[in-house]
């Protein structure tokens, strides 16, 4: 626990490290903009909240509140399906909220198809839990600070006279840089998730899924908006997707969202 | 009140004014078959007033009497509306000149300035019978209480016996009679088995009519005429026809006085049946899957109440058949909609007459259908295909292509849908979504991680960077320190000769002391820097151990101490050895020699 909350504040330090490029007088607009969203949509005005939200958007900022306040705002003013959206959004910046988990499990069952996710098998289940315990910035850190300590302990094992400490800095290390590789790839595993964008929502109210990338392809299935699909191919327009319940098939690409 | 009566009914008289410009009808009308010899009526009619009345070529017939006129007008009002009707006829007494069929050419009258004419007419004359027919010269029967077979029978006649399977043929029940007949007690007509009939509507009232069979003069009435559309293949037969007819004759009784005054009369029961009759129905050639059934010749037309909707707005597709053909037996054609409509099943309707030439009308296919969602969609067009028996070949026939837009709907009425569809097990209505996140969210760039960055790699290879500088510099510092003891040990002999060099100055001026604290210095000096010892750490147990660390040899050990020792006995003794310095010079040269190519 002790660990946690060091690496979140370890984060939090180069973030602010990061964040120095913003120039101060923007930030403050923009969290302005934001926070008048948030009373916009305190009174109800839904609309005008996601109008908001969506300007600090076009921006160019981004946070997972940011997501999540937007997802809410759409599942009020109705819309669960671009609700899902940005709640997808909110969950592939802070993987382990909470919050973001069950209003994207609410808005799930306001939507027309009740796709059921194939069972996983228990380490898989397992392992996605330990992935998506800590958030990208974290395990990065985690990867810099074992792969510090590793090099501490080979200069140790470098420099010091002794064999015994020698032998002792040398396991030690080897455990280090271990450790080091596997958040590291953790990290570049979750960094890839984010940056290509191969998950999507669908926004079409009906779509016809074809079983080949052509209009003249056999129609497989229909999903309706709202579905979250994977994204495995692409051929021109068409892509293919794949269904949480392991079902696949060729849609148009311009009736869906990426995530 | 009143005022407002007059003005409707001005109104209605106004309208049905032209009520009273009715069309003008000329015709002309005559028996169709006559006998030799037999006058006859030919008559015409026109319901107006004419003039110049010009009749037709008569030259196979002669003119017994006419022209007789009789005029007669008609003014009626049904509920409250007016009808006059005026007719003139002309009548002329006819008789054949020879058998065989004649047309009269149609006559013509001038109407108020206009020629009209009539239609033509043919009249068909037989030879006739023996006896004469009908009237009071009526001979009575041989038997009474039966009459031949020639005289009163009845027919059932379809007219095509051979036809394909949904192909309709007419069939037509006559009752011909010479005999005075006077009406039906008991018809019992074939059921018609094997075949969908349709009757076609005949007067109420069964009037005979004058035609010729086999060259004779009969009364013949229409009972029936049904149309028929064979169900089944193969050879069909047709129940005959039974008819319990009422016939009036005269009864012939012993001669009386009151005989030529009163004829008795009795009514006879007669049964007369028809034959059967066999027909053919030739199965339909192997047709199409979509096949509708229908057989005849028919067209086509399709509408749609709307193409552009929004979401759940009820559309209907009509499907009009029309044509001849055996309409009431047609399947709806198969709609082909897009996956997700909702689609109702079609209402059909119906709507035809039995006529001589067949069932006439049309079906109407109505289909209503729900888009769901919203979007554009193509409904492809309809097939319908019917057997032309004529051709003796399928066709088809096309509805056109409707597309249609589907606007997004107010959502209202989606909502209540989706959950009746959707799903039941869902109950989360006390539930709402978590509130939004109040506090200063962590604005960042979007796209911008840190993982994976510049940065990010930077650190890591500042880490890497930093270790290689401090093992560097560490590597330095040692080759450096070994530099120091090098140079000290190559050194070392050449320091060595120049502190003996010193000491043989010293040995020169006769100045003791100061030469044998040359030599120890010049010893120790050397060992100092060859074995890189400290200096204030030598002494001679040390140096000894040293020197056997270094592979020296004993002698050379031995005599190094012995020059130490002699030194400094020499140092704290003077006086005593002052004439061995030489001796020792020499030595201490020879040694330091020995022990510098041992060592190295």
């Known amino acids: ?36 969203g948030n009373q916009l949509y305190n009174s109800g005005k839904y609309q005008d909240a996601i109008r908001k939200y969506q300007n600090v958007l076009s921006q160019g900022f981004e946070s997972a509140e940011l997501y999540f306040n937007l997802g809410n705002a759409f599942y009020k003013s109705g819309n669960a399906t671009y609700a899902i959206l940005n709640y997808e959004r909110a969950k592939k910046l802070a993987p382990n909220d909470e919050d973001i988990r069950y209003n994207l499990d609410l808005a799930h069952t ?58 002792l800095a040398f396991w030690v290390s080897i455990a280090a840089i271990s450790l080091s590789a596997i958040t590291f790839s953790i990290g570049s595993h979750l960094t890839s998730k984010l940056i290509n964008h191969n998950t999507a929502v669908i926004t079409d109210r009906s779509v016809r899924v ?37 079902n696949k098939g060729w849609v148009k690409e311009s009736s869906m969202v990426r995530i | ?62 003119i017994l009497m006419g022209p007789s006129t009789t005029q007669s007008s008609s003014f009626q009002i049904i509920n409250g509306t007016s009808s006059q009707s005026v007719s003139f006829s002309y009548l002329f007494i006819l008789k054949a000149k020879k058998d065989g069929k004649f047309t009269i050419n149609p006559a013509s009258i001038n109407v108020n300035g206009t020629t009209i004419t009539s239609n033509s007419l043919t009249i068909e004359v037989v030879k006739g ?58 018809i ?96 339909l050639p192997a047709g199409p899957a979509d096949f509708s059934g229908a057989v005849g010749r028919f067209d086509l037309r399709s509408s749609i109440t709307s193409t552009n909707v929004k979401e759940n707005d009820a559309i209907t597709l009509r499907i009009d058949v029309s044509g001849n053909g055996n309409i009431k037996l047609i399947n709806a054609p198969k709609l082909k909609l897009p996956a997700d409509f909702e689609v109702y099943d079609p209402k059909t309707q119906s709507n035809y007459a039995a006529t001589a030439e067949g069932l006439n009308g049309n079906i109407s296919f109505e289909y209503l259908f729900l888009p769901r969602f919203a979007g554009d969609y193509t409904i492809p067009p309809v097939n319908f295909i019917y057997f032309d028996p004529v051709a003796g070949r399928y066709t088809t026939k096309s509805s056109q292509e409707f597309k249609i837009h589907v606007a997004k709907g107010d959502g209202t009425s989606t909502k209540g849908i989706m959950s009746s569809v959707a799903k039941e097990d869902v109950k989360f209505l006390g539930k709402d979504i978590r509130f939004i996140k109040q506090g200063n969210s962590e604005l960042k760039p979007k796209g911008e991680i840190f993982f994976g960055s510049f940065s990010f790699y930077l650190i890591y290879l500042a880490g890497v960077l930093g270790l290689l500088l401090l093992y560097l510099m560490y590597q330095k510092q040692i080759r450096e320190n070994a530099n120091v003891a090098r140079v000290k ?26 030469f044998y604290e040359a030599v120890t210095r010049a010893f120790w000096g050397y060992l100092s820097d060859k074995m890189t010892i400290p200096f204030a750490e030598l002494n001679k147990d040390k140096a000894s151990a040293e020197l056997a660390n270094h592979k020296a040899s004993e002698i050379v050990i031995n005599r190094f101490i012995q020059i130490l020792d002699t030194c400094e006995y020499a140092r704290f003794a003077p006086g005593e050895a002052n004439n061995r310095m030489l001796e020792i010079y020499d030595e201490a040269c020879d040694v330091m020699g020995q022990m510098d190519k041992e060592i190295n």
């Open chain 2, 1 to 62: 009140m009143r005022l407002k009566h007059l003005y409707l009914l001005v109104c209605v008289l106004l309208l049905s004014l032209p009520g009273f410009s009715q069309q003008i009808s000329f015709t002309m009308e005559a028996p169709k078959v006559v006998e030799l010899g037999e006058q006859f009526r030919l008559a015409f009619t026109v319901n107006a007033k004419g003039q110049n009345l010009k009749l037709p070529e008569l030259s196979d017939f002669l």
């Open chain 2, 489 to 514: 040990n190559k050194k070392a002999s050449k320091v060595a000769l120049r502190r003996l060099k010193e000491a043989n100055m010293h040995l020169k001026n006769g100045a003791t002391e100061k």
């Open chain 2, 129 to 186: 019978s023996a006896k004469p027919t009908g009237g009071g010269t009526e001979q009575p029967t041989t038997t009474p209480g039966t009459v031949p077979k020639s005289d009163l029978f009845v027919k059932l006649v379809v007219d095509r016996k051979n036809l394909y399977k949904g192909d309709h043929a007419m069939a037509t029940i006559k009752i011909y009679s010479k005999v005075n007949l006077n009406g039906f007690e008991d």
């Open chain 1, 210 to 246: 074809k079983s080949s990338p052509s209009e003249t392809g056999t129609e497989l299935f229909i999903v309706h908006e709202g579905v979250t699909v994977q994204l495995t191919d692409k051929l021109g327009e068409w892509v293919n997707v794949s269904l949480p319940d392991g």
């Open chain 1, 110 to 167: 306001q939507i027309i198809d009740n796709v059921v996710s194939l069972p996983e098998p228990g380490f898989l289940r397992w392992w996605k839990q330990l992935i998506n315990s800590q958030s990208i910035s974290s395990w990065g850190a985690m990867s810099i600070i074992t792969f510090f300590t590793f090099l501490s302990l080979f200069g140790l094992f470098l420099l010091s006279r002794s064999f015994r400490v020698k032998r």
């Open chain 1, 1 to 36: 626990m002790k660990m946690k909350t060091l690496i979140r504040k370890y984060s939090l330090l180069l973030l602010i490290i990061l964040s120095c490029t913003i120039s101060r007088g923007q930030a403050n607009a923009i969290v302005d903009s934001v926070s008048a």
């Open chain 2, 188 to 283: 019992s007509l074939p059921s018609f088995e094997g075949f969908w009939s349709q009757d076609v509507a005949l007067p109420q009232q069964i009037s005979l009519q004058r035609e010729s069979f086999n060259g004779e003069i009969y009364n013949v009435g229409t009972l029936k005429k049904t149309l028929l559309f064979p169900q089944q293949t193969g050879t069909i037969t047709i129940d005959k026809v039974k008819i319990d007819c009422i016939v009036q004759q005269r009864v012939k009784q012993a001669k009386s006085f009151f005989d030529d005054f009163f004829d008795n009369f009795a009514n006879v029961k007669v049964t007369v049946t028809s034959d059967p009759v066999i027909v053919t129905v030739n199965p």
